[in-house]
């Protein structure tokens, strides 16, 4: 199986990009016509620099999830890449007619530790509802769950 790498849609970017930009004018002319920079310089700072972060995030598309020879990262999971070797096994869990690919976890208190406080809750309620140690919503990804949990089977028996 090909490396699967999803980024986050360009076009999400795009409506922040515009009322930056929009805000970036506004408080350009008005300071011009009130004569009045000083008072619109923070506004201009704050705005320009918002709509360079919003420029960069459409150049340079942000990963969401990354799943290879390697292991599976997802954004979501607030955690580095988990390996194969650290996974036990991975199944498809379907609830609300929305796929969930599952991962358990060899040693899930190691796992647990490298979340943040916030993926730590999350984890614990996704837990609780017969979910994996990892879960991960594969609607709108467009791949299919089944292949990635043969393949995630297959890379987790071969370490």
Aim: hydrophobic share 45%.
């Amino acid at each position: 199986m090909d490396p699967i790498i999803i980024r986050a849609s360009r076009w999400r970017q795009i409506t922040p990009l515009l009322i930056c930009l929009g805000g970036l004018i506004v408080s350009m002319t008005y300071g011009i016509k009130a004569n009045s920079m000083l008072l619109m310089t923070p506004l201009i700072f704050i705005f320009g620099s918002l709509a360079a972060y919003f420029i960069e995030q459409l150049w340079e598309s942000p990963k969401r999830l990354v799943i290879d020879e390697k292991g599976i990262w997802h954004a979501g999971w607030m955690i580095k890449q988990v390996r194969w070797e650290e996974l036990r096994g991975a199944f498809v869990k379907s609830a609300d007619n929305k796929e969930y690919l599952c991962f358990t976890a060899i040693d899930r208190e190691e796992l647990r530790l490298r979340m943040s406080a916030l993926g730590r809750t999350i984890n614990d309620a996704s837990r609780a509802t017969g979910f994996g140690d990892l879960s991960l919503n594969t609607a709108g990804y467009g791949f299919s769950s089944q292949e990635v949990v043969e393949f995630a089977q297959k890379r987790i028996s071969e370490s």
